[in-house]
């Protein structure tokens, strides 16, 4: 099956700084990276996603990078701010019977320091 | 708005207890899951369902059993709780088809402590 690896497992920035969480797959056959934001006590939720026949996309201070030969994708966050402080989830997976069964990364947990 | 709901967000259980960990939604999607996260080591899927007939273990899936009682709900059991079940658990759904976008949709989370 699909494995993700995610590094680092938690990252302190200051307020105005870059961050960048990145992940390896291991199954070529996987087409789409979503990546989730778990804010303290809340749920997961989707902030961003691309599939494999894009390279970049972006979405404000957000945007994710993927390399499908290296197999790996990356996460960038500029110009962070307080709020962006949270758990971020990778994952990678492919479409199978309409759906897609995604394969998360541990998480890494972003801390952005005023 | 359309939501993805648990029952209950916080048990305490004793080992060997049975509990049952219930999960509705209202955003009309055909796919459902259930996921365990514990610190550290991510969003690991239990079990994951496509329709009412359908049921498929995912990679987690000794200690814990679910059913479908219908497109809108599904349930997830243990049927004698042990101490290395303690996690947070979340149910989550996701639309299928040629308009699906991949997203899933997850619940607030349930809380289960074994003792």
């Known amino acids: 099956g699909e494995n993700v690896e995610q590094h680092p497992s938690t990252l302190s920035v200051q307020e105005g700084d870059s961050a960048v969480i990145k992940c390896t797959y291991s199954?070529?056959?996987?087409?789409?990276f979503p990546w989730y934001k778990q804010e303290l006590g809340k749920r997961p939720q989707l902030i961003i996603d691309?599939?494999?026949?894009?390279g970049e996309k972006k979405d404000q201070r957000i945007a994710v990078t993927l390399n499908k030969t290296a197999k790996h994708f990356s996460l960038h966050i500029t110009e962070t701010q307080p709020e962006d402080s949270a758990v971020y989830f990778c994952?990678?997976?492919?479409?199978?019977?309409?759906?897609?069964?995604?394969?998360f990364g541990r998480g890494t947990s972003l801390i952005v320091h005023p | 708005d359309a939501d993805v709901t648990q029952t209950p967000r916080n048990r305490i259980t004793k080992t060997g207890k049975r509990i049952m960990l219930e999960c509705s939604q209202t955003?009309?999607?055909?796919?459902m899951y259930w996921y365990r996260q514990d610190p550290g080591l991510g969003l690991r899927l239990i079990y994951y369902?496509?329709?009412?007939?359908?049921?498929n273990k995912g990679e987690i899936s000794d200690g814990y059993s679910v059913s479908r009682q219908a497109q809108a709900k599904f349930s997830l059991s243990l049927e004698s709780a042990i101490p290395n079940q303690t996690a947070l658990y979340f149910c989550?759904?996701?639309?299928?088809?040629?308009?699906?976008?991949?997203?899933?949709?997850f619940g607030e989370g349930s809380r289960l402590t074994v003792l």
């Open positions: 691309i599939r494999s026949n894009v």
């Open positions: 199954d070529s056959a996987s087409n789409y």
């Open positions: 989550a759904t996701s639309d299928s088809g040629r308009a699906a976008t991949g997203e899933l949709f």
């Open positions: 955003k009309g999607h055909d796919r």
């Open positions: 994952a990678a997976s492919m479409r199978s019977g309409g759906s897609y069964i995604p394969t």
């Open positions: 369902s496509f329709d009412v007939k359908d049921i």
